[in-house]
């Protein structure tokens, strides 16, 4: 079973354990293991809309500037709210929309004023509409990748909240690496059944504060 304070060290030795490969002489088996781990970060990033990888991101519009810089570790956005008002303090809520139903009532960027809506422009940026006619400030809550574990960065959201699906789904991606089909389906399985518990108690939890927020 993985250490009970998974971190990126320990977790390179779990994976070893368990393939029964990997050492000093074992050379290519070696260098792979931490491209599995990030590789498998980055899929669950994908695949996890948990409240551990949901995040505010703030900053500010830039003036007749339509388009929006996405943060360089965002997977997908939830909502967007800015601030107007003398002090900037009433917030508006951007609606999301297509890029085609916002270019037929925007044709182009001329129009100036209060943002309305945003869409994805491309994998870096969103699009508003209007132009910001201000440098409104704005804060995005959006699911982010968390920092990847290696050497210098031992822990992370993963090793301490969901070591084993890290775990399993790793072993699942080096069986694969190493062609040993029989036992991908193995640690598949595993995988699965940590991931829809997860799942299931991140729902619960969304539950539990609507609950509150009804209640109070």
């Known amino acids: 079973m993985p250490a009970a304070a998974m971190t990126f060290d320990s977790l390179v030795t779990d994976v070893k354990d368990y393939i029964e490969r990997g050492s000093t002489a074992d050379e290519t088996v070696l260098r792979q293991i931490p491209r599995i781990i990030n590789n498998t970060e980055r899929l669950l990033a994908d695949r ?3 409240t551990g990888y949901l995040a505010p991101v703030t900053s500010a519009m830039q003036t007749s500037v339509p388009v929006i810089a996405k ?3 965002w997977r997908s956005t939830v909502s967007i ?3 107007t008002g003398t002090d900037q303090s009433t917030r508006r809520t951007l609606r999301a929309r297509a890029y085609e139903y916002i270019r037929a009532i925007y044709p182009n960027d001329l129009s100036v004023g209060y943002p309305e809506f ?3 422009y491309n994998l870096d940026n969103w699009l508003v509409q209007p132009t910001p006619a201000d440098n409104y400030p704005f804060e995005a809550m959006c699911y982010l990748l968390p920092p990847l574990l290696d050497t210098s960065n031992q822990e992370n959201y993963l090793t301490r909240y969901a070591p084993f699906l890290l775990l399993y789904s790793c072993l699942k991606g080096m069986e694969a690496f190493l062609r040993n089909d029989p036992r991908i ?3 598949e399985a595993l995988a699965e059944q940590n991931f829809e ?3 299931a108690e991140d729902l619960r939890r969304m539950v539990d ?8």
């Open 48 to 50: 996890l809309k948990i």
């Open 71 to 73: 943060p360089a570790n």
């Open 81 to 83: 709210n800015y601030g």
């Open 118 to 120: 945003y869409c994805d």
């Open 185 to 187: 389906a193995v640690w």
């Open 197 to 199: 518990a997860i799942n």
């Open 209 to 216: 504060r609507a609950q509150v927020r009804d209640t109070n």
